[in-house]
C-alpha cells in the first residue's frame, strides 16, 4: 500500500526556488508511476509532472517547463520536483500521488498526499 507525504512547501519571493519531496512509507509491492499536482484558490486541481519508476520517463505540464524538474529515488522512497525561478501564478496546494499508470490524467491517480502549500510573492 502507498502512502505519500509531501514536505517543503513555504514562502518564496518570486524568481526563488524551493524543493519538494514525496516520501513513501507504505508498504509498496509494484512500480507506480508518481505525479505532482497543485490546486491554487478557486481553481481545480491540475497536473504539474509525472515520472514513471525507472525514471526514464518524466511529462510537464507547459507552463512549468524548463522550470520545475522532477526526480525520483526509488531507493529513499522518495520523489522530488525542483522549483525554480517562481512566479506568483505558481501559488498553490502541491499534492503528490501515485497511480499504477504512467499518466497524466488526474482521475487515474489513486493514492495522494495531504499537500503542502507553496506561496510565491511578488
Known amino acids: 500500500q502507498v502512502r505519500l507525504a509531501e514536505s517543503g512547501g513555504g514562502l518564496v519571493q518570486a524568481g526563488g526556488s524551493l524543493r519538494l519531496s514525496c516520501v513513501d512509507s507504505?508498504?509498496?509491492?509494484?512500480?507506480?508511476?508518481t505525479g505532482w499536482f497543485r490546486r491554487a484558490p478557486g481553481k481545480e486541481r491540475e497536473f504539474v509532472a509525472a515520472?514513471?519508476?525507472?525514471?526514464?520517463?518524466?511529462d510537464y505540464t507547459d507552463s512549468v517547463r524548463g522550470r520545475f524538474t522532477i526526480s525520483r529515488e526509488n531507493a529513499k522512497n522518495t520523489v522530488d520536483l525542483q522549483m525554480n525561478s517562481l512566479k506568483p501564478e505558481d501559488t498553490a496546494i502541491y499534492y503528490c500521488?501515485?497511480?499504477?499508470?504512467?499518466?497524466?490524467?488526474?482521475?487515474?491517480?489513486?493514492?495522494w498526499g495531504q499537500g503542502t502549500q507553496v506561496t510565491v510573492s511578488s
Open positions: 500521488a501515485a497511480s499504477l499508470r504512467v499518466t497524466t490524467l488526474r482521475t487515474l491517480y489513486d493514492s
Open positions: 515520472i514513471n519508476w525507472s525514471g526514464t520517463n518524466t
Open positions: 507504505g508498504r509498496t509491492v509494484r512500480p507506480y508511476t
